[in-house]
């Protein structure tokens, strides 16, 4: 490759900043002239370029890659070529690589490294059911947004490269440091491989360090093939030795033996980050009705960040602003929840658990739910900035039902403007998909507690949160769900 192609063109392009340099080629922020918008392009090296099977192969994954639509898949605009070099466009991403987020702050917090963890598993997820095998699954390849919002990117490039082309190429010992062992065998190699890849970076955002380090391709290949996976809980003791199993399994020498799905390996390390039950929350829930005992330890939720526009609006009037949104990635669990206690959580419960905001340590069922409501859980202080001091969610089988929740609950509320002047009740949605109305809400008073009520419709969830003053809980509202 050249040096810095810094302030030249190519093609439509103007290469405007240098964002990053590897093995498959150099990443620019470049100003498209043609479609007036900004985008980072990868340029990838002239020896590929005059590859024939490579450049088939790049047109076929690029291709399929590029039908992908899973937020956490980083979006290709275009690929191709243009004077003999071949190019991908893609989205810019406003955010910095795990490798540098590791470098800089060390080991993560146990809910932290699963949250990333479990947002590339979604995106590998829906990329494996079409087909589409990443290969380079590694810190370098997933960018991380201020608001831990996770992409993986070169969906595409790396899968176009076969693995003699990888070491023709001179691949980063880095890239070693993540390979399946079927890699370096005559086995088969599918979308398991990219299930051991994620398990190696689990490993890595749990202890800080790779699951097995060289400066030798020799020694590390026979790592892989060979050696145990190693135990995240004897590098940091403080780590839940039940993560030890999971890594483990994801880790496994036999394809066949690793978790079915990325996401099963996700819900799986979620599965054990359990906690203590806090204090009862000391702000009273309306009509929190009969509850049992038992205290649910709570799953882990995952926050994934994603820019939006939030735009309020009544029949009469539109008022639009712009706001930068925390939205919780949810699906269903597969995998059953830990519980301090004998009784186990239904399906429902769980399915209220895995879309509630981050933050909570625990949260109890209410039985019978709310009217018309499938499962209602309380819960309690809310950990992150501003968080609530108590709050209800609650599961509606359908739209219709949800929309009758969202109406009985502000009947019983005094409904004041939100925040900013912005009319209440009103609905939301986000930039990503603008004019499609993901919800309701609205602000107001109950009993002499403020608190902000709003709906989820992609999640058919109701969400009531109350706080010491409207201005704090509909600020976390607005960063964090």
Known sequence: MVNNRVGSRIGPYELTRLLGRGGMGEVYEARDTAKDRTVALKLLPPELSH??????????????????????????????????????????????????????????????AVSIVRQIASALDAAHGAGVTHRDVKPENILVTAEDFAYLVDFGIANAATDDTLTEQGTAIGTFAYMAPERFTNDHVDQRADIYSLACVLYECLTGTKPFRSDSVSVLITAHLMEPAPRPSLVLPGLPQTLDAVVAQGMAKNPAERFATAGDMARAAESTLSFAAPPPPPVPVRHRGRTVAVVLAAVA??????????????????????????????STPKSSVSLPAHEAVTPVQRRVLAAVPSGYQSCEPVRPPVADALATVDCGQNAMPGGPATARYSLFPTVEALDSGFRAAIDEDTVVDCPGGRQSPGTWDYDSTPGQTEGSVACGDFDGNPEVVWTKSSDLMLGIAQGTDLETVHQWWVDYV
């Open 51 to 112: 590859n024939s099977t490579f450049r088939k192969r790049l047109e076929r994954e690029a291709r399929s890659a590029g039908k992908l639509q899973e937020p956490h898949v980083v979006p290709i605009h275009d690929f191709g070529e243009i004077d003999g070099q071949l190019f991908v466009d893609m989205r810019l991403i406003d955010g910095v690589d795990l490798r540098s987020v590791l470098n800089r702050g060390g080991p993560m917090p146990p809910a932290r």
């Open 301 to 330: 939720v995952l926050a994934a960040a994603v820019a939006a526009t939030w735009t309020l609006r009544s029949p009469e009037t539109a008022v639009t602003s712009t706001l930068t949104i925390t939205r919780t990635v949810t």
